[in-house]
């Protein structure tokens, strides 16, 4: 089946830094690829739509200066949380679109100090 | 996008069968209804999809009533490891994969001894 990927599993950074999540699809080219966020026992929240070749659209709220996306090819998807602060401690999943579904990244715990 | 009504919670005893419906009375003639497993800090896990009557694959079954405003996972004799939360999402079906899924609550079961 398809596989998507993200790294790092896990990170801790201080606060006022930037950290970047990487999604890759491993055996599928994926034209468009999903960027959510989950706080401890609540549902997946989407933040934004990448779209490989273009900008990536944003929800309604998600700051699109504070969380920088790229899709610079068919396998790969970069989520860039600039300026990080305690409160963007969280847990984000990337999910690829293939074949008619989306398959879902194993995520990533980021964790501002 | 189609939203969708889930229990919060749900209990059961192992080798139980195990069926949680889902209300989505809004939903439109090109969605899919998908139901997604997902285990504390792990992406969701695809479990099936379908569009109407019934399919079943190796670890569920999904009915879908005539007027698809509801659908109803059913898990056959559950085990410990079925504990988790499950999501059901409604999205039209695209030949690049589906278009963004908005993610409910979901229902948290519990299974035990």
């Known amino acids: 089946g398809a596989v998507v990927s993200q790294h790092p599993s896990r990170v801790i950074c201080k606060s006022g830094t930037s950290v970047k999540i990487e999604c890759r699809s491993l055996d599928f080219q994926a034209t468009t690829m999903f960027w959510y966020r989950q706080f401890p026992k609540q549902s997946l929240m989407l933040m934004a739509t990448?779209?490989?070749?273009?900008?990536?659209?944003?929800e309604q709220g998600v700051e699109k200066d504070k969380f920088l996306i790229n899709h610079a090819s068919l396998t790969l998807s970069t989520l860039t949380v600039t300026s990080a602060h305690p409160e963007d401690s969280s847990f984000y999943i990337c999910s690829a679109s293939f074949g008619g579904e989306q398959y879902f990244g194993p995520g990533t715990r980021l964790t501002v100090t | 996008l189609a939203k969708t009504t889930q229990p919060i919670s749900m209990d059961s005893y192992e080798g139980q069968e195990v069926n949680i419906t889902c209300s989505h009375n809004n939903i439109a003639t090109n969605d899919y209804i998908t139901w997604y497993q997902q285990f504390p800090s792990q992406g969701p896990r695809f479990i099936i999809q379908?569009?109407?009557t019934k399919v079943t694959n190796e670890v569920a079954s999904l009915f879908i009533p005539a007027d698809r405003k509801s659908s109803t996972l059913s898990l056959p004799r559950v085990s410990l490891s079925d504990t988790a939360v499950y999501y059901c999402?409604?999205?039209?079906?695209?030949?690049?994969?589906?278009?963004?899924?908005?993610f409910g609550t979901g229902t948290r079961l519990l299974v035990s001894p």
């Open positions: 990448s779209n490989e070749g273009s900008k990536a659209t944003y």
């Open positions: 379908g569009y109407k």
């Open positions: 999402l409604v999205g039209a079906r695209m030949n690049t994969g589906f278009q963004k899924l908005v």
